[in-house]
């Protein structure tokens, strides 16, 4: 009867085990495996699969972030009945790049598979932007991390980059203002060479002003504008600049466009042309002083190869004296006369290098042109007698060349003709 027992449990053990390989394969086995994938989705793992090799599971499938990936490692392992080991772990990451601004420069922050890509990321931003200080401190590396479709060389058109590169970019901008004795250039440009083409278009059209132009910033994350076209726009800045005291300009930086200078009426008409091509927009503002000669210009001074002292006496006795005219005559009284000889010594200094204007103005109001112009040529008559020759002096219909002066009350003066001079 013994014996009989044991052949019978010798017979049921391998059945035994068969009857539990049938019910593990085919209930707790997929019944495990389904409650893994559940786990691994309430993680937020997509495309999760599970498979069991007795007590080793292996897992696969795709999750948003790595600490979405630890999480869902953790609730694995931390399942009774089945082991993960760490090769058995295929759960990937697509590769992720972000980027913020702060005060201190640009945050990179995300995943990236090898050291090397990493570093290959610092230097494409770093050659597109060298003005930003880069911290990838929150940059992470992981080799669960993967590119989607065909790895290729990480380069500023490569999908990864190429948004971030465009985020980087700015906007165009370049504005010219006075400080002092300095003209300062600010902006940005897409280009050394046009950073260096205005900045040495402005020193050769204003050699008697200092140009700084060591705030412009230059380089390919600019953005080009209708204002970067080299030609217009250097030959904007050589007309600007021709005035004896140039004014400010701005173009782009998401504000209007606008101008602010003293101009002749050529320059305003050539200026506000070039800027409506400029500022791609006919939207700008503008405050233009408009005087009808370069003459009437504040800071005007005479193109000529005299000296300062050579030319400065007769500058300011010039500004200083008024010819007036009796309202009933176009001829100089005596006492006129005498003013024009007081001038000869001043104007003799500069020889052949003189060149005056000489303007008629004031009377009535019912003073007629030709009498204006009669004593103009009156006065360049006399200044012939006294030796200064008749192709240096110029007549022109300018009105007052400078700042009308308030006579005394009661002075009869006041109300009279007058002829004024200026070195051109």
Not at 3 to 15: G, R
Not at 118 to 143: C, E, H, N, W, Y
Not at 287 to 298: E, G, I
């Amino acid at each position: 009867m013994r014996v009989f027992i044991a052949i019978i449990a010798l017979i049921m053990i391998p059945v035994l085990i068969l009857v539990h390989l049938v019910t593990y394969n085919d209930d707790m086995r997929p019944r495990l495996a389904a409650q893994i994938v559940a786990d691994l989705e309430r993680e937020g793992v997509k495309k999760a699969v599970a498979h069991l090799s007795y007590l080793d599971v292996f897992i696969s499938g795709q999750a948003p972030s790595l600490e979405v990936r630890d999480k869902a490692t953790e609730a694995v392992s931390h399942r009774r009945g089945v082991r993960l080991l760490s090769t058995n772990n295929r759960i990937s990451v697509p590769v992720q790049l972000d980027m913020s601004l702060t005060e201190h420069g640009l945050l990179l922050s995300g995943w990236l598979p090898t050291e090397e890509e990493v570093q290959t990321v610092l230097k494409v931003i770093g050659s597109f932007r060298p003005d930003l200080t880069l911290d990838a401190k929150k940059l992470r590396i992981s080799p669960h991390v993967t590119h989607s479709g065909k790895v290729t060389e990480l380069s500023p058109n490569h999908p990864l980059l190429a948004p971030l590169i465009e985020k980087l970019r700015l906007p165009a901008a370049l504005a010219i203002t006075q400080k002092g004795a300095t003209y300062e250039i600010t902006g940005r440009v897409p280009s050394d060479e046009l950073k260096d083409a205005i900045i040495k278009t402005a020193e050769a059209s204003a050699p008697s002003w200092k140009i700084d132009g060591q705030s412009v910033m230059s380089g390919i994350c600019v953005t080009p504008a209708p204002f970067t076209e080299t030609e217009p726009l250097l030959t904007f800045i050589t007309s600007f600049f021709s005035t004896p005291t140039p004014g400010t300009f701005s173009l782009g930086a998401g504000a209007p466009a606008q101008i602010q200078s003293d101009a002749t009426t050529e320059l305003k008409a050539e200026w506000m042309d070039l800027f409506r091509v400029l500022s791609g927009t006919r939207d700008f503002t503008s405050d233009l002083r408009v005087f009808s000669a370069p003459y009437l210009l504040p800071g005007y001074r005479p193109k000529t190869s005299l000296s300062d002292s050579e030319l400065q006496p007769l500058i300011t006795a010039l500004a200083q004296t008024q010819l007036f005219f009796d309202p009933a005559s176009t001829e100089l009284a005596e006492t006129e006369i005498d003013k024009l000889k007081a001038l000869l010594p001043a104007m003799q200094v500069c020889g052949p290098e003189l060149r005056l204007v000489i303007s008629s103005w004031g009377g009535p109001e019912t003073e007629k042109p030709e009498n204006q112009r009669a004593r103009a040529e009156s006065v360049k008559r006399k200044l012939a007698d006294l030796g200064i020759p008749k192709d240096q002096m110029e007549i022109v219909e300018l009105g007052t060349l400078y700042p009308v002066r308030i006579l005394p009350p009661g002075d009869e003066t006041a109300a009279w003709p007058r002829v004024e001079l200026l070195a051109r």
